[in-house]
């Protein structure tokens, strides 16, 4: 199975603030990565797919970038509504794994 | 606009099998690929599965032994069973669509809650 590592595991930030998530690949694959949002209580999602293409009503602020076993989420400018937790996932081969997440919390 | 409900027992006794089903509105399950995930509380998600359609499968080979995915195109649902669960299949359940066979998944559904206890 392809391991996908995160880092960092929590992240204190402020609005306002640009902030980057990375996440790693056990292995190469290509451009098979995703991001998504996760709130308390609720289902993740889409931010991101094919590791730099915006899902459709995300805010520009979002932005991914990154090939083979190492790729980023970027936030331009933290918003309120952006203080979640942030998961990658990659698509390149069966079976598909998840990163262990990036808990994004307020300074 | 493509909606996605789980639901099931909430309460599942160890050993016995967990049984949720997806239910999908706004659209047709005639195509795509509709997956299951999970998320032990507090924990990361877990990839458990998928149907296509038209009825292949394919199961996370961690849980493949004990898994199992349906689908009833008349109904437009589909449906997880896990047997032999114990405390460790306790989690938050969800459902989700994927347009592809590589492709990411949305949209999901909320999920539901499912403890294994006695």
């Known amino acids: 199975d392809i391991q996908l590592t995160q880092s960092p595991s929590f992240l204190s930030a402020s609005v306002g603030d640009r902030v980057t998530i990375t996440c790693r690949a056990s292995?190469?694959?290509?451009?098979?990565l995703a991001w998504y949002q996760q709130k308390p209580g609720k289902a993740p999602k889409l931010l991101i797919y094919a590791a730099s293409t915006l899902q459709s009503g995300v805010p520009s602020r979002f932005s991914g970038s990154g090939s083979g076993t190492e790729f980023t989420l970027t936030i331009s400018s933290l918003q309120p509504e952006d203080f979640a937790t942030y998961c990658c996932?990659?698509?390149?081969?069966?079976?598909?794994?998840f990163g262990q997440g990036t808990k994004l919390e307020i300074k | 606009q493509l909606q996605l409900q789980e639901s099931g027992p909430g309460l599942v006794k160890p050993s016995e099998t967990l049984s949720l089903t997806c239910s999908v509105s706004g659209g047709s399950i005639n195509s795509y690929y509709w997956n299951w995930i999970r998320q032990p509380p507090g924990k990361g998600l877990e990839w458990i599965g998928y149907i296509y359609y038209s009825g292949s499968t394919n199961y996370n080979p961690s849980l493949k032994s004990r898994v199992s995915i349906s689908v009833d195109t008349s109904k437009n649902q589909f449906s997880l069973k896990l047997s032999s669960v114990t405390a460790a299949d306790t989690a938050v359940y969800f459902c989700?669509?994927?347009?592809?066979?590589?492709?990411?998944?949305?949209?999901w559904g909320q999920g539901t809650l499912v403890t294994v206890s006695s």
């Open positions: 989700a669509r994927a347009v592809a066979y590589r492709s990411s998944f949305d949209p």
């Open positions: 996932q990659h698509l390149n081969s069966y079976p598909l794994t």
């Open positions: 292995q190469g694959i290509s451009n098979y």
